[in-house]
């Protein structure tokens, strides 16, 4: 199993290798493009372009970050960081994602004035830009790719899937207003791009939340696989059962388990067709305390009494 691990753990490092070329890339054609929309955005007087602009800058620094994650996120194990520096991925992710919400309420705030008082907006020019923005950043969501499980790699392609969806909202605005000569087109525009930036964020703290707090990683049921491996012969019970992500798309499981009394030796089969199992379920970190009697606490999850609650403060196996 441990040489399984370590195979598992280079494939992941040769992923990551190919993917912060791509993020470099990115990086390059975005800061140009968030050149090329801030001065666009000040000529034609877009709120929709600025919007856009705001984003793009957001995009800098989430594609920045994400590469010193990535960095940060390869270094081995040691005695700081038993578990590795992978969560630092996931702190980029966060931080990418928050920097998504507050821009959002940004341009909610600006949208709120530009529908008080709409300026004259140089449609021309507006078009241009965002055509070139559109085009820029079509080419940046196809060099990043789509098909990500990494947080931190994921939160980056949103900022980027939300520019082009920004860039699509700025051209229809604009065309609007060359037409109608509506100028409330701008705005709503913008408030349109808004919700689709703040939706994207929020699912990504969302995800990212789930593996600090520890929770039961997505797609995985607990009581699940607890039913699974007390049907196995041998497993008279299980307990005290933990199922948690140490961090993005690494999941541990460790519990108790209830056997007859019987020489150490002649465990180590049902331990490994309990750790097969698991590996089965996707699961890679497992740890596995065995008990010839039963806990005395021997509820299924691990109870924690926090001082002022009535009882004492010990943490339960």
Known sequence: MLQGSLYFDRSRVAVKLTLEKR???????????LIAEVIGGIISKSLALLSDAGHMLTDVFALGLSMIAMRIGRKPSDRRATFGYQRIGLLSAVINAVSLIVITLFIFYESYHRFLSPPQIHTTTMLIIAGIGLTGNILIALILGHSHKDLNIKSAWLHVLGDTLSSVGVIISGVIIFYTGWPYADPVASILIGVIILFGGIRVVKEALTIFLEMTPTGFDAEKIVKEIAVIPG????HNVHLWSPSDRNVAFSAHIWVHDQKLSKVAGLRQ??????????IRHIMLQFECAECETN???????MEGNGNDDSHQH
């Open 23 to 33: 993020l470099l890339l990115c990086f390059t054609l975005t800061l140009l493009i």
């Open 235 to 238: 497993v008279m019970g299980i």
């Open 273 to 282: 067709t309990i750790e097969e199992a698991l590996i089965a379920m996707d």
């Open 299 to 305: 509820g299924l999850y691990c109870q924690i009494h």
